[in-house]
T-cell receptor, first 113, second 113 residues
């Protein structure tokens, strides 16, 4: 069955530190991959997406993600975290050409000053 | 506003009652999606509309759940004989087409007592 796994439920980092959020997928073929952020009271916002091509994808708010086919991973990174980055982050996948998203359970990010 | 809107933002109902949740997509978006997000989980796909028709309703959990989009714009998710397990945040998203970015609304928090 198709699935997306985010191994870390909760991560805490200090402001200014680097960040990596993990995501693994299980699909029959390489899916479309996404990272979304959800802040309290806000709708899900797309940070970045991977469809094909360059495996390092740049997104909004200084985030990037790297697709690694051999590891079935699509980890999200940011070199220096800001307090405003505290939120819940969801990795998602969809079958090529189709936008029905399958989400991971999310990683809640806390940022210490 | 230009975004996806959902009403009500909160709904409390008694077990066994009927509820309707409304989604107003972004103007011009032909695709509309419903997801359900239970506490501590990622969003789970329920149903997808392309225009007025349900293109994929494979995520609806049972026949108590039904959704319509009669004029290809506003959609209503209907839940009959609500159960406590239906308590969740119901998210709506819309996109230009089925391969385009989905824009999410803030959700309706349903609590069944």
């Amino acid at each position: 069955a198709q699935s997306v796994t985010q191994p870390d439920i909760h991560i805490t980092v200090s402001e200014g530190a680097s960040l990596e959020l993990r995501c693994n997928y299980s699909y029959g073929a390489t899916p479309y991959l996404f990272w979304y952020v959800q802040s309290p009271g806000q709708g899900l916002q797309l940070l970045l997406k991977y469809f094909s091509g360059d495996t390092l994808v740049q997104g909004i708010k200084g985030f990037e993600a790297e697709f690694k086919r051999s590891q079935s991973s699509f980890n999200l990174r940011k070199p220096s975290v800001h307090w405003s980055d505290a939120a819940e982050y969801f990795c998602a996948a969809s079958r090529e050409g189709y936008n029905k998203l399958i989400f991971g359970a999310g990683t809640r990010l806390a940022v210490h000053p | 506003g230009a975004g996806v809107s959902q009403t009500p933002s909160n709904k409390v109902t008694e077990k066994g009652k009927y509820v309707e949740l409304r989604c107003d997509p972004i103007s011009g978006h032909t695709a509309l999606y419903w997801y359900r997000q239970s506490l501590g989980q990622g969003p789970e796909f329920l149903i997808y509309f392309q225009g007025t028709g349900a293109a994929d309703d494979s995520g609806l959990p049972n026949d108590r759940f039904f959704a319509v989009r009669p004029e290809g714009s506003v959609s209503t998710l209907k839940i009959q004989r609500t159960e406590r397990g239906d308590s969740a945040v119901y998210l709506c998203a819309s996109s230009f087409g089925q391969t385009d970015e989905q824009y999410f609304g803030p959700g309706t928090r349903l609590t069944v007592t």
